[in-house]
């Protein structure tokens, strides 16, 4: 595993709608999607330019709201045109400029649950002995990892990545604990430049499996 392989990224959307609200950007949009849109929405093309569309020098973008989402983002994080998406959502994450490592991808993962980034050999070698030696102070050792699957659990690409390599999970023994171990582990990973992500231990751990397997598997753990 080179060092540029390490940036390769595994994505698949959660519908979490985040990627709809990080804002202060542009939507851009084409007058062909414009009538799709208008026409999804029962709404004349002139009355939705209107109300949902600026100018942005000769082009065309949806607005957002004032936190920074997409007008088309509805209370319950579901785009109201998803039929009829224009072709920037369509295409996301796979845009020229998050197909190369950089601030761009790592911004992406930052916000997209779905976008898994993964390490380096080096990383995964520097990192994961000594998050295991960080897990054994700090935590408990699951006596069966069915535990894992059968409880409601937050995890860490760190943590799922271990896991993976030993087939060990771990579990605080309090809020507090769990807190203080999370900060841990993300200081541990931001010194290394070990892509960090977190979310519901199973839907993180089927997403970072998937992404291993579609690069050949994941290393061994020293």
Request: aromatic share 12%.
């Amino acid at each position: 595993m080179s060092q540029e392989e390490g940036f390769h990224f595994y994505f698949q959307c959660h519908r979490c709608g985040n990627c709809c609200r990080v804002g202060h950007g542009q939507i851009w949009v084409q007058p062909e999607e414009v009538e799709a849109m208008a026409g999804l929405l029962q709404m004349s093309m002139e009355r939705f330019v209107q109300q949902h569309v600026r100018a942005v020098g000769s082009r065309w973008s949806l607005l957002e709201k004032p936190d920074g989402s997409c007008v088309m983002l509805d209370e319950a994080l579901a785009c109201r045109v998803y039929s009829a998406r224009p072709a920037q959502c369509r295409s996301f994450p796979y845009w020229p400029q998050l197909q190369q490592p950089g601030k761009a991808l790592r911004f992406a993962a930052g916000y997209c649950q779905g976008l898994q980034l993964f390490p380096t050999l080096d990383q995964w070698q520097a990192v994961l002995p000594r998050a295991r030696a960080i897990l054994e102070v700090e935590a408990k050792e699951l006596v069966s990892t069915e535990q894992v699957f059968a409880a409601e659990r937050w995890g860490s690409s760190v943590e799922i990545d271990l896991f993976l390599a030993s087939q060990q999970a771990w579990t605080a023994t309090s809020p507090p604990a769990a807190h203080k171990l999370r900060l841990q582990l993300q200081e541990l990973a931001v010194a290394y430049g070990y892509p960090w992500s977190s979310g519901p231990w199973q839907r993180l751990l089927a997403d970072r499996r998937q992404g291993w397997l579609a690069r050949g598997g994941w290393p061994q753990l020293n």
